[in-house]
């Protein structure tokens, strides 16, 4: 069975992206490997400047990673920060790549000049290198991203080249495996950029907590074009070619027979619209329910957080004694 690891940011609520981009997958992969997900929490902390948020946020990741379907007897869930091992591989991955290639990552280009006159902290820089050492603390085959984190996975593959060839063989080599559809869930009123929690309004973006009313609003006023035919094409008809890959990762249809289903945008955004609604409304019972009980949140976690510690430490004295540090006296 293959390693598989996958990990999301607590960082405001999670959306359909992260759900058709991520989330399904590593629910629907959950008895195919042995896996791994972790609430990244250490890297939210590049972008967090307030108290008390990040450990609300992420308790309610966790619920709603549970609530999604992951079970927690079989996926092993996790808290970052609940693994030292993280913080300390990283600083190793630090060591091992380059002031040049993290200069090359279009997300630290992309979140700096989103930030400018803005605090700019190191770590969101240095960030690849903490995300290189999640994924190889579990010596992990595969790592399910959407499209957006495949630079991400490429320098991890990099540094592990470069640390074996340096130190001796200690890491497996990863690579990203990417949903067909929903691997890029675009924002419903500006379809030419991903869906983010980062966008600057919510109009576009259908949070997991949106009540079905919201939901239903959002799909009948995406934005699509004036030419009113439904054709697939994602360069010259962006908006339509995302509610036709929303309906088809919803409802697991595939896109091409969707596309010959309509003649007009009304039906098409009324159904991508029902199918969502559909997909969520049991989603976000379960996550109340969760939230209400947070002894047994706390219960799950920890049964992860166990397991998880266990592989974490192996992997990282295994590091030290291929580069060859004092062993601990
Ligand atoms: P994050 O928290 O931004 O997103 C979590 C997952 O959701 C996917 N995703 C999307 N997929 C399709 N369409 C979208 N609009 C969309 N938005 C987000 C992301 O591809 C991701 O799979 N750097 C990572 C977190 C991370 C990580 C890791 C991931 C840290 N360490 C180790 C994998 C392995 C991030 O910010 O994801």
Known sequence: ????????????????GNY??????????????????????????TVTESPQVLGNQTIELAAMLFAVGLDPNVA???????IH???????????TVSFGELSRMTQF?????????????????????????????????????????????????????RFNHRFGDTFVLPKAVHPKAGARVMDLQDPTSKMSKSATTDSGIIY????????????????????????????????????LDILAAATNTPVETLATKYTQYGPLKNDAGDAVVA??????TRYHELMNDRGELARLLSIGNDRAREVAAQTLGRAHQAIGLLPRI
């Not at 934005?223 to 994602?234: E, F, K, M, Q």
Request: hydrophobic share 40%; proline share 4%; net charge negative.
């Open 85 to 95: 091992e993280h913080s300390e591989l990283a600083w190793i991955m630090e060591c």
């Open 208 to 243: 997991m907590l949106d009540d079905n009313a919201t939901i239903d609003k959002k799909f009948k006023r995406a934005v699509t074009d004036s030419d009113g035919v439904v054709i697939y094409d994602r360069e010259k008809k962006p908006g339509v070619a995302n509610l």
């Open 279 to 284: 997909l969520l409304d049991p989603i976000r």
């Open 109 to 161: 280009k992309d979140k700096s000049a989103k930030r400018e006159g803005e605090f700019i902290s190191a770590g969101l820089f240095t960030y690849p290198a903490l995300q290189a050492a999640d994924i190889l603390l579990y010596d992990a085959d595969e790592v399910p991203v959407g499209e957006d984190q495949r630079q991400h996975i490429e320098i991890t593959r990099d540094i592990a080249v």
């Open 76 to 82: 092993t869930v996790f808290v970052q920060s609940h």
């Open 20 to 45: 058709l981009g991520a989330l399904v997958n590593w629910v629907s992969g959950q008895h195919d490997g042995n896996v791994y997900h972790g609430i990244v929490d250490l890297h939210a902390l």
């Open 1 to 16: 069975m293959p390693r598989v690891l996958s990990c999301i940011q607590p960082t405001g609520s999670v959306h359909l």
